[in-house]
């Protein structure tokens, strides 16, 4: 069974920086592509980023150049490292794993593996 948890979400200023973890058990390394989502108040959740996934262009073009997938296979984790934070980065972020590797299925959210979520509010 595949379980995710994330955290280290919290309050940052504009250009700040902060590094999302999520700690992962059940999945099969190199054969479902993990990535993070994010869902902004008021607003649907939308795909960030994306490692191990067979298509797509790895980053959403918002984030592009800011934010960073990194994965410890050995310490079962996902990270997301984000730079240069901005107000509309304000989300609750959630940690992602694919039945299999295609991202197509995987941006489709239909059938992917879910943590709870972490906030990340970025104010001054």
């Known amino acids: 069974q595949v379980q995710l948890a994330e955290s280290g979400g919290g309050s940052v200023q504009p250009g700040g920086s902060l590094r999302l973890s999520c700690v992962f058990a059940?999945?099969?390394?190199?054969?479902?592509?993990m990535g993070w989502f994010r869902q902004p108040p008021e607003k649907e959740r939308e795909w960030v980023g994306n490692?191990?996934?067979?298509?797509?262009?790895g980053y959403a073009e918002s984030v592009r150049g800011r934010f960073t997938v990194v994965k410890d296979n050995g310490a079962n984790s996902l990270y997301l490292r984000m730079t240069n934070l901005k107000p509309e980065d304000t989300a609750m972020y959630y940690c992602?794993?694919?039945?299999?590797?295609?991202?197509?299925?995987?941006?489709?959210?239909?059938?992917?593996?879910w943590g709870r979520g972490t906030q990340v509010t970025v104010s001054s």
């Open positions: 992602a794993a694919g039945r299999g590797r295609s991202w197509d299925e995987f941006v489709r959210q239909e059938d992917n593996y």
């Open positions: 059940g999945v099969t390394n190199g054969r479902q592509c």
């Open positions: 490692i191990d996934c067979e298509g797509g262009p």
